[in-house]
């Protein structure tokens, strides 16, 4: 989640939201999580039914996706790796551009 809250942070003043949504857990336990972590630039939500998961076909957490300002997912990624943080921002800005 820093990474994402950092993006987040890098290019709010260009518009761009980051989304984390819970997939996974009780509506306690997501709850819990939200309020010990301080992530002030991202927004939360939680999918209790599974249909988002169900929607983007989420095969593996962490999931992220780059979706563009006409709502296309542009980029995908599962799982969470060294270079992981230096996609995203490499995505973003392309999308930016």
Known sequence: MPVLNQLGEQYAEQGVTVLALNVDGSEASYQEFIQSNDYPHLQWARDGSGAIREAY????????????????????????????????????ESLLE
Request: net charge negative; aromatic share 6%; no cysteine.
């Open 57 to 92: 076909r989420v095969s593996g957490l962490p999931t992220t996706y780059i979706i563009d300002g006409e709502g296309i997912v542009r980029h995908a990624h599962v799982g969470y790796g060294g270079r992981t943080q230096e996609a995203l921002t490499t995505e973003v």
